[in-house]
């Protein structure tokens, strides 16, 4: 079973500033996902990285995939009030025929993300 | 994505009764997912439900407390036996779809939360 560490548990910052939130293993990923989740909703994933080194950008967040896919990190610039909540990241365990990845979660213990105006 | 519904939306029911929890996509789906999560924690699986084979449950997870249905490709209900405070959760269900390339991803109802007294 792969662990996912995720780091930290807990971020309070003012608007304006920058975060970044880790995700580590020891173990090499299929694929590792970016879910946001607000109180009384459901997470929604952000992005999906799957290639060693990768970068994504989704407006002012920057996801970046380690090289040996064994890590991934989350960064926001000049958060926002509306950037508050709980973000996870999560990574497939199964491997199916063909290299693809598909199958059940493992999830990090999560960051709450509190974004004061 | 998925467009993914969920009832009850909450629910507080009393110690030593049970709750079926339904799930709802609006496309075919081969794999759904039962989790659990504490408010502001991460999620913890509870098993797969593929459609036309039994559930597959998590360590510490067993049917007689968790039974699950998969009736179709669209549907799935959870059912919470024999309550205690400790049920006391929220629950969601997730479908896995591929969108395109050699990964799947996961997509989120917006959660049941139980309370039990």
């Known amino acids: 079973t792969q662990l996912l560490e995720q780091s930290p548990q807990f971020l309070s910052i003012q608007e304006g500033e920058n975060l970044t939130v880790y995700c580590n293993s020891s173990?090499?990923?299929?694929?590792l996902q970016w879910y946001r989740q607000e109180p009384g909703e459901g997470p929604v994933l952000l992005v999906t990285?799957?290639?060693?080194?990768e970068v994504k950008k989704l407006k002012r967040l920057t996801f970046q995939f380690g090289d040996a896919r064994k890590d991934s990190s989350l960064h926001i610039t000049a958060a926002q009030p509306g950037d508050t909540g709980l973000y996870l990241c999560?990574?497939?365990?199964?491997?199916?025929?063909?290299?693809?990845?598909?199958?059940?979660?493992?999830f990090g213990q999560g960051t709450i993300l509190t974004v004061h105006p | 994505s998925a467009v993914i519904s969920q009832k009850p939306s909450r629910d507080i029911c009393q110690r030593g009764t049970s709750l079926t929890i339904q799930c709802q996509v609006d496309?075919?789906?081969?794999?759904m997912f039962w989790y659990r999560q504490q408010p502001g924690q991460s999620l913890t699986l509870i098993a797969t439900?593929?459609?036309?084979?039994?559930?597959?449950?998590e360590s510490g997870f067993v049917i007689d407390k968790f039974p699950i249905s998969r009736p179709n490709l669209t549907f799935s209900t959870l059912t919470v036996s024999n309550m205690s405070p400790e049920d006391s959760s929220i629950y969601l269900c997730?479908?896995?779809?591929?969108?395109?390339?050699?990964?799947?991803?996961?997509?989120f109802g917006p959660g049941t939360r139980l309370t039990v007294l």
């Open positions: 997730s479908v896995e779809i591929r969108l395109g390339g050699s990964y799947n991803e996961q997509f």
């Open positions: 173990s090499v990923f299929s694929s």
């Open positions: 990285v799957v290639t060693g080194g």
């Open positions: 999560a990574a497939t365990q199964g491997q199916g025929a063909g290299g693809t990845s598909y199958g059940k979660l493992t």
């Open positions: 496309s075919q789906v081969t794999m």
């Open positions: 439900a593929n459609q036309g084979s039994e559930a597959t449950y």
